[in-house]
């Protein structure tokens, strides 16, 4: 039963990082098109901050606890799934780390890249998702 609960807190919680993986390019595309200075331009930077510090870091760190306790309760971490799995999720944390420097960036009105950088950007962990949900339903090795 143990198991089934991790499991459940797993999914919720990627299903929270996701979410905030998806949508803070976004506010991203149209804070790169906006003045900097301009209350539209302040209104997303605490918009992105609270996004980052809220939502996006504390469910990335329960992905990573349930995600490998639940691993440990099912005995995967000697599958090769898994192991193609925790890399793309490595990655996925790195690009994480990538949108935390971005938030910062705007923050201090840095930002160097256009909107049409960000939108590119977006589609990192689409790709990931893709993937990894394959590696754990299909368990192909």
């Not at 995967?76 to 799934?81: A, M, T, V, Y």
Request: proline fraction near 3%.
């Amino acid at each position: 039963m143990l198991y089934l609960w991790l499991k459940a807190l797993h999914i919720m919680s990627v299903i929270a990082w996701m979410a905030a993986l998806f949508y803070l390019p976004r506010l991203f595309v149209y804070h790169a098109e906006t003045e900097t200075g301009t209350q539209q331009s302040e209104t997303f930077k605490i918009m992105e901050r609270r996004l980052l510090k809220a939502i996006m870091t504390p469910a990335m760190i329960a992905s990573w606890v349930f995600g490998l306790w639940v691993a440990y309760e099912g005995g995967f971490f000697r599958d090769g799934w898994f192991h193609a799995k925790l890399a793309l999720v490595l990655i996925m944390s790195g690009y994480h780390g990538y949108l935390a420097r971005c938030v910062r960036a705007f923050a201090d009105d840095q930002n160097t890249r256009s909107h049409r950088h960000y939108r590119i950007v977006n589609e990192v962990p689409t790709v990931l998702m893709v993937v990894i949900v394959i590696l754990v339903v299909i368990k192909p090795f």
